[in-house]
Protein backbone atom coordinates (compact mmCIF):
# COMPACT_ATOMS: atom_id res chain seq x y z
CA UNK A 1 0.00 0.00 0.00
CA UNK A 2 1.29 3.39 -0.88
CA UNK A 3 1.54 6.03 1.80
CA UNK A 4 2.57 9.57 1.86
CA UNK A 5 2.51 11.04 4.71
CA UNK A 6 3.53 14.92 5.52
CA UNK A 7 4.47 16.25 8.54
CA UNK A 8 6.04 19.71 9.72
CA UNK A 9 3.23 21.94 9.39
CA UNK A 10 1.65 24.51 12.16
CA UNK A 11 1.60 28.00 13.06
CA UNK A 12 4.40 30.75 12.24
CA UNK A 13 4.03 34.29 12.12
CA UNK A 14 5.32 36.16 8.97
CA UNK A 15 8.49 36.16 8.07
CA UNK A 16 9.79 32.68 9.74
CA UNK A 17 9.93 29.15 8.36
CA UNK A 18 8.94 25.82 8.89
CA UNK A 19 10.16 22.25 7.29
CA UNK A 20 7.86 20.17 5.85
CA UNK A 21 8.25 16.60 5.63
CA UNK A 22 6.83 14.00 2.99
CA UNK A 23 7.64 10.40 4.05
CA UNK A 24 6.40 7.99 1.49
CA UNK A 25 6.27 4.05 1.60
CA UNK A 26 4.67 1.58 -0.96
CA UNK A 27 6.79 2.56 -3.59
CA UNK A 28 10.18 3.05 -5.16
CA UNK A 29 10.87 6.72 -4.11
CA UNK A 30 13.82 6.76 -6.57
CA UNK A 31 11.34 6.32 -9.39
CA UNK A 32 9.10 8.91 -9.14
CA UNK A 33 9.12 12.87 -9.17
CA UNK A 34 7.71 14.45 -6.31
CA UNK A 35 5.75 17.67 -5.68
CA UNK A 36 4.66 19.75 -2.90
CA UNK A 37 1.30 21.17 -3.93
CA UNK A 38 -0.90 23.50 -1.40
CA UNK A 39 -4.78 24.38 -1.08
CA UNK A 40 -6.03 27.98 0.72
CA UNK A 41 -9.09 28.13 1.67
CA UNK A 42 -11.79 29.33 -1.31
CA UNK A 43 -8.47 29.03 -3.78
CA UNK A 44 -7.59 25.76 -6.19
CA UNK A 45 -5.03 23.70 -5.41
CA UNK A 46 -1.93 25.15 -6.88
CA UNK A 47 1.61 23.56 -7.52
CA UNK A 48 4.20 24.83 -4.84
CA UNK A 49 7.44 22.86 -6.09
CA UNK A 50 8.69 19.57 -7.50
CA UNK A 51 12.00 17.94 -7.62
CA UNK A 52 12.85 15.09 -9.99
CA UNK A 53 13.63 11.78 -9.37
CA UNK A 54 17.23 12.14 -9.64
CA UNK A 55 17.34 15.72 -7.54
CA UNK A 56 18.72 17.43 -10.63
CA UNK A 57 16.06 19.21 -11.50
CA UNK A 58 13.46 21.20 -9.64
CA UNK A 59 10.65 23.73 -10.48
CA UNK A 60 9.03 26.32 -8.21
CA UNK A 61 6.09 28.80 -8.10
CA UNK A 62 6.94 32.83 -8.81
CA UNK A 63 5.37 33.18 -5.99
CA UNK A 64 8.04 31.08 -3.97
CA UNK A 65 10.96 31.49 -5.69
CA UNK A 66 13.71 32.56 -3.99
CA UNK A 67 12.27 31.84 -0.55
CA UNK A 68 10.83 28.05 -0.49
CA UNK A 69 13.44 25.02 -1.45
CA UNK A 70 12.23 22.02 -2.03
CA UNK A 71 14.87 18.41 -1.44
CA UNK A 72 14.80 14.28 -1.15
CA UNK A 73 16.73 11.93 0.24
CA UNK A 74 16.17 9.32 -1.65
CA UNK A 75 18.02 7.05 0.93
CA UNK A 76 14.93 7.98 3.52
CA UNK A 77 12.52 7.83 1.09
CA UNK A 78 11.58 11.18 2.04
CA UNK A 79 10.79 14.99 0.78
CA UNK A 80 11.41 18.36 2.12
CA UNK A 81 10.11 21.47 1.58
CA UNK A 82 12.27 24.69 3.45
CA UNK A 83 9.83 27.57 4.08
CA UNK A 84 11.94 30.82 4.68
CA UNK A 85 10.42 34.71 4.78
CA UNK A 86 6.61 32.92 5.08
CA UNK A 87 3.78 35.59 4.15
CA UNK A 88 0.24 34.94 5.76
CA UNK A 89 -0.68 34.21 1.66
CA UNK A 90 1.15 31.19 2.41
CA UNK A 91 -1.25 29.99 4.35
CA UNK A 92 -2.67 26.50 2.87
CA UNK A 93 -2.87 22.94 3.35
CA UNK A 94 0.34 20.98 1.98
CA UNK A 95 0.03 18.43 0.30
CA UNK A 96 2.94 16.10 -1.21
CA UNK A 97 2.44 14.07 -4.37
CA UNK A 98 4.25 11.25 -6.72
CA UNK A 99 4.35 10.67 -10.23
CA UNK A 100 6.52 8.77 -12.39
CA UNK A 101 6.52 11.81 -14.77
CA UNK A 102 7.73 15.03 -15.00
CA UNK A 103 5.35 16.74 -17.30
CA UNK A 104 2.42 15.37 -14.94
CA UNK A 105 3.79 16.73 -11.69
CA UNK A 106 4.44 20.61 -13.37
CA UNK A 107 1.89 20.39 -16.11
CA UNK A 108 -1.04 21.52 -14.52
CA UNK A 109 -3.53 18.45 -14.96
CA UNK A 110 -3.31 17.70 -10.71
CA UNK A 111 -3.85 14.07 -11.86
CA UNK A 112 -0.78 12.58 -9.68
CA UNK A 113 -0.80 9.10 -9.33
CA UNK A 114 -0.22 9.67 -5.62
CA UNK A 115 -1.75 11.98 -2.84
CA UNK A 116 -0.60 12.19 0.91
CA UNK A 117 -3.20 13.60 3.38
CA UNK A 118 -2.15 17.41 3.73
CA UNK A 119 -0.70 19.31 6.47
CA UNK A 120 -2.28 22.54 7.44
CA UNK A 121 0.43 25.74 7.49
CA UNK A 122 -1.14 29.10 9.25
CA UNK A 123 1.00 31.83 8.79
CA UNK A 124 -0.24 35.08 11.12
CA UNK A 125 0.44 38.50 10.79
Known amino acids: QVQLVESGGGLVQAGGSLKLSCRVS????????MGWFRQAPGKEREIVAA????????YYADSVKGRFTISRDNAKNTMYLEMNSLKPEDTAVYYCAADRYWVTVVGGSGNLEHWGQGTLVTVSS
Open 26 to 33: GLTFSAYV
Open 51 to 58: IHWSGGST
